[in-house]
């Protein structure tokens, strides 16, 4: 823990008490006891049966049968779960304790935690290879700039592969498992970055870009590799405010930045004129590539969009043509599918793997919305 | 979780919680089909009749501490509809950890021109005074003298946010959240708390009269509660007024060799700005707690990492502590100490 406050020495003894039920947590960033657990990410077992839920305030992984819908268990991890993810084989599901500075892997069949590694300061993204050989941590301290690599089997970290910007926040494997993208929100940077990031050599082989951006939130991959999507938000903040008065302080983005050397980074509006999408947060991609599902946070929402559509925008337009359609007020129509209202503070979103309902975690409801998507 | 707390809402296409807003309805039209409550219901507080007078100093009748109350406050940090179409919540500057993004903005709370660097907001209630310039006190003043996001800023009702005014419950619990904010802690001390060998000695080089850290930054860091500032405002070679006074126009050139080789002084490729304009030269001394998570420093973000803090690189020689007879070595160290604060 490293000298980390109070909140973590409260909790941390809890977290690994074997099968045990989580006690209240905190309010998160505060020393508030709070009975709501926060439900802040949601991934599922691969054969989409159970929903797992990070519950940020209540310190704990809820498990949920995803065709009865009922709650079937509640784990004790550490402070802040921030991100998880099952092996492939759904044996072991690895968590994110961010204010711990840990990672819990609980035996998803005993529903105990069995192992906390300590990894690097604040870790807030998790992912599994398809062989669930490795899981790669994003360490998004403000000062740290790790991804951390833990040996699945020994269940133990063996390494550190340091991303070129302070924050790393998360990450996603390439649909070849060769590639992994990550995001760095670097605190005091209005132009964060994507990191690529060799597998094999574990080497940043570029930095992309994404100019004037901040928050960057979440990262995806389309299932042919050739984009990804980040979540974020665009200050305005060169811009005396008084030159903002038709709004625009920030906006609010999605970009596709393309995974080849040197690619486009198309920034593209999320926002309608009085209809903006504050603070876009986890990112879903239907698993033939048809739709992107956004979790929008501060607006309560899951917005769709049609990637057919965003991709022929990306294809047929030059980096120039696409830097002028950022703040384009009209252009989310062209590839807008839906704006579906949540639960409050939906963080986090996924997919069932036929891609025919989607999850959104909704923070401050403390429930999930179900949704079925235009899959037909 | 207790089973009562489970609760299954089937709810039909366009439902209660379902409305869908979209271009083109389809086949195929995305619904909500139900909604999982995997926890206690949960509701914000209603909006109610907002403030009217927005010079109120607003002080919290109930306990900070009292866990509705921060969460309603939590709700409304993050909550983007409240404001003007939905652009932005206070998370989106402050973000979700309570944190900062560490951007500078042009609010125009001392005219324009004047960029500061968004407060580091964990820990305000030990501090004040809060804002970088020391005008305004306790974070209850920083909120409850507003009655809306804008005076927060120092800008009148409706300028810059465009928001509502809030009500007084809602006002209370924004106050109550933030209030409840704490401290995060250092990473980079060892596993059990104590100096590594390197922040050791740079406490000895924080402590060295003849650096002169500790005259506005007192604190011993075996103290868990030293804040390491003397809560008074200096001049630290920070201020940019302008070469011929204040308000003259153009402010001090910040970057010389950027704006000789005809960078836009205020363009979006740097992050700070070349040249600026402060109404005053003497800023508020902050915190070290956290400080490895609050950058960037200075008033204005002009220091992009701890280096640039006490090398001389972005203020006039020696003002911001006697450091240009240290070693790379001891700045290193020194860097490494405020680290682990």
Partial sequence: MKGKGLIGALVVGASLLV?????????????????????????????????????????????????????????AVGVQPEAAAPTPDNAFLYVCNAESDSVSVIDIARKQVVKEIKVGDWPSGIKITKDGKTAYVACSGCMWNTIDVIDTGKMEKVRSIFSSDYGPRTLDISPDGKTMAVICDTVGSINRSVNFIDIASSRVTEKRVIRESSNLRDVVYTPDGQYVAVTYETPKNWL?????????????????VETKLGGKVARLPLDELNNYDGNPYGLAMDPKGRYLYIGVRGMHRVTILDMGKVLNLVRGNSQAELDYMRDDLGLVRDYLVARVTTGLGPSSVCLSPDGKICYAANYFSNNVTVIRTPVD | MKSGMIKIGIIAALGITGVVTTGQLMAGTPQVVSTIQTGPEWEP?????????????????????????????????????????????????????????????????EGWGSWKNTKYIRGGRYLPPFRHEGFTGHPDEIVGATSSLDRVCGRDPGFVFRSENFSPL??????????????????????????????????????????????????????????????????????????????????????????????????????????????????????LRDIYASGTYFHDGSARTLHDTINNSVTDKDMHGRTSHLTPAEMDDLVEFMKAL
């Avoid at chain 2, 927005?54 to 939590?74: D, T």
């Avoid at chain 2, 708390?193 to 002169?212: C, H, M, W, Y």
């Avoid at chain 2, 003259?248 to 080789?261: D, F, I």
């Fill in chain 2, 170 to 287: 809602r006002l209370e619990a924004l106050i109550c959240y933030i209030r409840a904010l704490e401290f995060t802690g250092s990473p980079f001390r060892n596993a059990d708390g104590s100096l590594t060998d390197a922040q050791k000695r740079g406490e000895k080089i924080f402590n060295d009269p003849k650096v002169g850290c500790v005259e506005c930054h007192p604190g011993e860091s075996s103290d868990p509660k030293a804040l390491y500032s003397d809560a008074q405002t200096h001049d630290v070679g920070t201020g940019r007024v302008g070469v011929k006074g204040f308000r003259s126009t153009p402010g001090k050139v910040y970057n010389l060799k950027a704006l000789e080789a005809g960078e836009d002084p205020y363009g979006e490729e740097s992050d700070t700005p070349i040249i600026g304009l402060d109404l005053v030269k003497e800023f508020d001394t902050p915190t």
């Fill in chain 1, 240 to 256: 005396p405010v008084c030159e903002a008065e038709n709004g625009q302080v920030f906006t609010n983005n999605v970009a596709i």
């Fill in chain 1, 19 to 75: 099968g045990g039920v989580a006690s209240a947590g905190f309010i998160q960033g505060t020393h508030v006891k709070t009975d709501m657990p926060g439900p802040f990410f949601i991934t599922t077992s691969p054969d989409g049966g159970t929903l797992y839920i990070c519950n940020q305030s209540g310190h704990s992984v809820t498990f949920v049968d995803a065709r009865t819908q009922k709650v079937t268990g509640e784990v």
């Fill in chain 2, 45 to 109: 507080l209603p909006r109610a009749e907002p403030l009217t007078v927005p010079e109120v100093h607003y002080r919290v009748k109930h306990s900070p501490y009292k866990s509705e109350l921060v969460r309603y406050g939590q709700f409304q940090f993050n909550d983007a509809s409240w404001g003007l179409q939905g652009e932005y919540a206070c998370a989106s500057c402050h973000y979700e950890r309570g944190q900062t993004t560490g951007l500078i903005w042009d609010l125009g709370d």
